[in-house]
Nanobody
Framework: QVQLVESGGGLVQAGGSLRLSCAAS????????MGWYRQAPGNQRELVAI???????NYAESVKGRFTITRDNAKNTVYLQMNSLKPEDTAVYFC???????????????WGQGTQVTVSS
């Protein structure tokens, strides 16, 4: 079994910063990739950033230069540093892990419960 727990969301003024964390727990041997998605009301869930175990990253165009994703493989934890936040960044942010190898099983995709990020103008 794999559990993903996000933290760090909250309310912030435009131009401010937040740092999201997501820790994966369980009998985990490896995780191919971890990332962050977000979903605003009425919108589809969209990719924000993703990072592989080798350190390769990909960002949504809207967050490039403002957000930074990092990963601690030893802790099975992914972080999202969000700077210069804009009201349009307001959404529920979900952590995900792809290709989680646990004892006796490969889990294609796991999701956290989400954490609310609200940016006011």
């Amino acid at each position: 079994q794999v559990q993903l727990v996000e933290s760090g969301g909250g309310l912030v003024q435009a131009g401010g910063s937040l740092r999201l964390s997501c820790a994966a727990s369980g009998s985990i041997f490896s995780i191919a990739a971890m990332g962050w998605y977000r979903q605003a009301p009425g919108n589809q869930r969209e990719l924000v950033a993703i990072i592989t175990g080798s350190g390769s990253t990909n960002y949504a165009e809207s967050v490039k230069g403002r957000f930074t994703i990092t990963r601690d493989n030893a802790k099975n934890t992914v972080y999202l540093q969000m700077n210069s936040l804009k009201p349009e960044d307001t959404a529920v942010y979900f952590c995900n892990a792809d290709g989680v190898r646990v004892i006796g099983r490969l889990i294609p995709r796991s999701w956290g419960q989400g954490t609310q990020v609200t940016v006011s103008s």
